[in-house]
């Protein structure tokens, strides 16, 4: 029996042994379990940490294109911090800026010169443990950062000042009155000034819808008369004292906008250049970040041109050349837009290849007129080859154009293979038109000589010993003329601008680029906006259009 005893008795022990092991593995495996878990947490805080900065970091920089100031970019940042936040309780947040009013600007590593908006949140945070806990280790601190930037802008606002920009002047009132004090009331149609109005019995020649001009080359109204009467000089005392000098209209709505679009720009970082067009182009004011003048500019200095003043006179209709009669150079616009983006205050040192160039163009018909040419006296119209001239002898409703018929048709001055199957090498019907398109590709088109990204552009630009300057380009075609002009395919203006906007948005003129129907503007009915084009029935849209055009410019997250 004894014996018996001593038999079993190793195999107690191994059992008590087997036990021990047991609950040492289970201990282990808690310890793996309860790490596992530690070690989970801590990613997924982290994860956590990071998109919140990430999310801050927008938010604080979108506020730049308010013009929002450090206390209310960084309480933005620290909302969207706080939304996308998880379950983690920051220990603190830090939100840096390269705005003077920061209370540590300037910021080491943050503001390079010339300054750029930069936004930079900072965050840290403490994970409470679970299993660590037992061993003595509470929690571990974690922090994460990120840098996003507000893009700099260069913005050239190209703004048409031909003289259809007061034909919503009082002229065409109710009830009727006599504006020039000359006997005929509401004449803005009696553009010779015999008191005839477009399809009268005395109008014989249909000449009311043919000459631009009346006698001593200017229209026959108050709004449009003489240089000393002009609606921008206000002789009659009309202006309400709403501040902007005249009564030019849907011109004064023009500078409304503009200047409200000039006011969300920010002085230390952002830069605007003014660009106006007629018969002629003029750069009114240069790329500086000096908004207010740029302002001051835009409401004291802009008006509508009064008649031109040409090396060739408008001698139309008793002349068929019509050259000296048009004044909407639309490629005069895009040409000045991209001189301006190359003449900043302080030269060529001064050009900002790290900023978004930004051109907006604003005109109310199509293109009729073009540049001088090498040398010449300007204002001429060069690009006014016979083909585009109207009929001879005149025939009513048939304007001066200086285009063809056909909007879609294209013409080059280079004689190069074409990608666009509608372009051709054509220098002897080269129009403003096409000069107005090729002046767009200028501006938009990239500088990469790498295909795909210079095939159409080759039709147009000189690859690889010239580029584009790769900008963004919004269009606002306003009022019924973009729409309606009198002369080829009605809506001629805004096939125009609806080529430079799309080739504005992504640097191509191919429409299908980089796939088919690509173009926001194909499908799109007449009148309606699409893509980077805007339409406006008249001068009452445009400041509701021009926040929106704001709206596109983007923040990009760069680190």
Same mark, same amino acid.
């Given at each position: 029996?004894?014996?018996?005893?001593?038999?079993?008795? $190793?195999?107690?022990?191994?059992?008590?042994?087997?036990?021990?092991?047991?609950?040492?593995?289970?201990?282990?495996?808690?310890?793996?379990?309860?790490?596992?878990?530690?070690?989970?947490?801590?990613?997924?805080?982290?994860?956590?940490?990071?998109?919140?900065?990430?999310?801050?970091?927008?938010?604080?920089?979108?506020?730049?294109?308010?013009? =929002?100031?450090?206390?209310?970019? =960084?309480?933005?940042?620290?909302?969207?911090?706080? @939304?996308?936040?998880?379950?983690?309780?920051?220990?603190?947040?830090?939100?840096?800026?390269?705005?003077?009013?920061? /209370?540590?600007?300037?910021?080491?590593?943050?503001?390079?010169?010339?300054?750029?908006? @930069?936004?930079?949140?900072?965050?840290?945070?403490?994970? /409470?443990?679970?299993?660590?806990?037992?061993?003595?280790?509470?929690?571990?601190?974690?922090?994460?950062?990120?840098?996003?930037?507000?893009?700099?802008?260069?913005?050239?606002?190209?703004?048409?000042?031909?003289?259809?920009?007061?034909?919503?002047?009082?002229?065409?009132?109710?009830?009727?009155?006599?504006?020039?004090?000359?006997?005929?009331?509401?004449?803005? *149609?009696?553009?010779?000034?015999?008191?005839?109005?477009?399809?009268?019995?005395?109008?014989?020649?249909?000449?009311?819808?043919? &000459?631009?001009?009346?006698?001593?080359?200017?229209?026959?109204?108050?709004?449009?008369?003489?240089?000393?009467?002009?609606?921008?000089?206000?002789?009659?005392?009309?202006?309400?004292?709403?501040?902007?000098?005249?009564?030019?209209?849907? @011109?004064?709505?023009?500078?409304?906008?503009?200047?409200?679009?000039? #006011?969300?720009?920010?002085?230390?970082?952002?830069?605007?250049?003014?660009?106006? @067009?007629?018969?002629?182009?003029?750069?009114?004011?240069?790329?500086?970040?000096?908004?207010?003048?740029?302002?001051?500019?835009?409401? #004291?200095?802009?008006?509508?041109? $009064?008649?031109?003043? =040409?090396?060739?006179?408008?001698?139309?209709?008793? #002349? /068929?050349?019509?050259?000296?009669?048009?004044?909407?150079?639309?490629?005069?616009?895009?040409?000045?837009?991209?001189?301006?983006?190359?003449?900043?205050?302080?030269?060529?040192?001064?050009? =900002?290849?790290?900023?978004?160039?930004?051109?907006?163009?604003?005109?109310?018909?199509?293109?009729?007129?073009?540049?001088?040419?090498?040398?010449?006296? $300007?204002?001429?119209?060069?690009?006014?080859?016979?083909?585009?001239?109207?009929?001879?002898?005149?025939?009513?409703?048939?304007?001066?154009?200086?285009?063809?018929?056909?909007?879609?048709?294209?013409?080059?001055?280079?004689?190069?293979?074409?990608?666009?199957?509608?372009?051709?090498?054509?220098?002897?019907?080269?129009?403003?038109?096409?000069?107005?398109?090729?002046?767009?590709?200028?501006?938009?088109?990239?500088?990469?000589?790498? /295909?795909?990204? #210079?095939?159409?552009?080759?039709?147009?630009?000189?690859?690889?010993?010239?580029?584009?300057?790769?900008?963004?380009?919004?269009?606002?075609?306003?009022?019924?003329?973009?729409?309606?002009?009198?002369?080829?395919?009605?809506?001629?203006?805004?096939?125009?601008?609806?080529?430079?906007? *799309?080739?504005?948005?992504?640097?191509?003129?191919?429409?299908?680029?980089?796939?088919?129907?690509? &173009?926001?503007?194909?499908?799109?009915?007449?009148?309606?906006?699409?893509?980077?084009?805007?339409?406006?029935?008249?001068?009452?849209?445009?400041?509701?259009?021009?926040?929106?055009?704001?709206?596109?410019?983007?923040?990009?997250?760069?680190?």
């Amino acid at each position: 029996m004894n014996e018996t005893k001593r038999n079993q008795n $190793p195999a107690s022990r191994e059992r008590g042994q087997i036990l021990v092991f047991l609950a040492l593995a289970f201990v282990g495996l808690l310890a793996f379990v309860g790490l596992a878990m530690d070690i989970g947490i801590l990613f997924i805080n982290m994860g956590h940490l990071r998109r919140a900065v990430d999310a801050a970091t927008l938010a604080g920089a979108a506020q730049f294109r308010e013009g =929002r100031t450090y206390a209310e970019i =960084r309480d933005s940042a620290v909302d969207f911090f706080e @939304f996308n936040q998880g379950p983690i309780l920051p220990a603190n947040i830090l939100v840096e800026t390269c705005l003077p009013t920061d /209370p540590l600007f300037p910021n080491p590593g943050l503001c390079p010169s010339p300054p750029r908006k @930069f936004v930079r949140v900072t965050a840290d945070a403490n994970v /409470p443990f679970t299993f660590l806990q037992l061993i003595g280790w509470g929690s571990i601190g974690i922090s994460a950062d990120a840098v996003s930037e507000a893009a700099s802008l260069d913005v050239v606002l190209v703004l048409d000042t031909s003289n259809s920009m007061a034909f919503d002047a009082s002229c065409n009132d109710s009830p009727a009155d006599d504006d020039d004090g000359d006997g005929w009331l509401n004449e803005c *149609g009696d553009f010779d000034g015999d008191g005839c109005l477009p399809g009268d019995p005395c109008d014989t020649l249909g000449t009311e819808a043919q &000459d631009d001009w009346g006698p001593n080359g200017v229209e026959d109204d108050y709004y449009r008369k003489e240089v000393d009467t002009r609606c921008d000089l206000d002789s009659l005392g009309l202006d309400p004292g709403d501040g902007i000098p005249g009564e030019c209209h849907p @011109f004064e709505e023009v500078k409304v906008a503009a200047m409200s679009f000039i #006011d969300n720009l920010n002085d230390t970082f952002d830069r605007v250049a003014i660009v106006t @067009f007629a018969q002629g182009t003029t750069l009114d004011y240069q790329l500086s970040t000096d908004l207010a003048t740029a302002r001051t500019t835009v409401r #004291d200095t802009l008006s509508v041109s $009064p008649a031109p003043s =040409r090396p060739v006179p408008c001698n139309y209709p008793t #002349d /068929p050349d019509p050259s000296g009669c048009t004044n909407t150079s639309i490629g005069g616009g895009m040409q000045g837009a991209a001189a301006a983006f190359s003449q900043p205050v302080g030269g060529v040192a001064a050009i =900002r290849e790290e900023s978004l160039w930004v051109a907006i163009l604003l005109t109310d018909g199509a293109a009729n007129a073009s540049v001088p040419p090498t040398g010449g006296p $300007p204002p001429l119209n060069v690009h006014c080859p016979p083909s585009t001239w109207p009929p001879w002898p005149p025939i009513p409703n048939q304007p001066p154009a200086c285009r063809d018929s056909d909007a879609t048709t294209r013409h080059s001055l280079l004689n190069t293979v074409k990608f666009n199957p509608d372009n051709n090498y054509d220098t002897a019907n080269y129009d403003t038109d096409d000069f107005a398109r090729d002046m767009a590709d200028l501006v938009a088109c990239p500088t990469s000589t790498d /295909p795909p990204f #210079d095939n159409w552009c080759r039709d147009s630009l000189a690859y690889p010993t010239e580029g584009g300057q790769n900008a963004l380009i919004f269009t606002i075609g306003l009022g019924d003329l973009v729409l309606n002009t009198a002369y080829g395919d009605p809506d001629a203006g805004e096939q125009l601008l609806r080529y430079i906007a *799309g080739v504005g948005a992504d640097g191509f003129p191919n429409p299908n680029f980089p796939t088919a129907g690509s &173009d926001d503007c194909l499908a799109a009915a007449s009148g309606t906006s699409c893509g980077n084009y805007f339409f406006s029935p008249s001068g009452a849209q445009l400041i509701q259009i021009f926040e929106e055009i704001a709206s596109r410019i983007f923040t990009r997250i760069t680190q």
